[in-house]
């Protein structure tokens, strides 16, 4: 059986990198150096609390959940900035409003499967939320 019958062929290659002619040796590879030290990345800026490290977050519950929603719609509202110190952006009413409607799907899909308190957070966060939108509408 040739070496074609069974699906394997003779072949070359032929480095012409570097206009190398035909049959010429191949410029001998340096080893690879150790990669150069990367400069020491500034500190993170400070976590939402003092008790926090520059890594860790809070933990996650469905309240905070809704306050970070709550917290973006302000930020496209332009209310808040988006770090402590810097003026707030320009309003973009557009995804204000659809933060607001998702928050508004999320009350309506959770009706019945909230306790009090996260319900009441709720319809506050939303007032809150709804009150501000039409006044920065109307400004």
């Not at 990198?17 to 020491?40: D, F, K, L, N, Q």
Request: glycine share 6%.
């Amino acid at each position: 059986m040739s070496q074609e019958d069974d699906g394997e062929r003779d072949f070359q290659v032929v480095d012409k990198r570097h206009g190398r002619e035909e049959g010429e040796a191949p410029e001998p590879i340096a080893p690879a150096s150790p990669p150069e030290p990367e400069a020491a990345a500034p500190p993170p800026p400070p976590g939402p609390g003092p008790d926090l490290g520059p890594r860790e977050m809070p933990s996650m519950d469905f309240s905070t959940f809704l306050i970070s929603l709550s917290t973006s719609a302000l930020f496209h509202m332009g209310l808040v900035a988006e770090h402590e110190g810097e003026p707030p952006p320009p309003a973009n009413l557009p995804m204000a409003r659809q933060t607001i409607d998702i928050l508004e799907m999320i009350q309506e899909k959770t009706q019945g499967n909230l306790n009090n308190e996260e319900a009441h957070l709720f319809e506050s966060l939303l007032y809150e939320l709804r009150m501000r939108f039409v006044e920065v509408q109307r400004a």
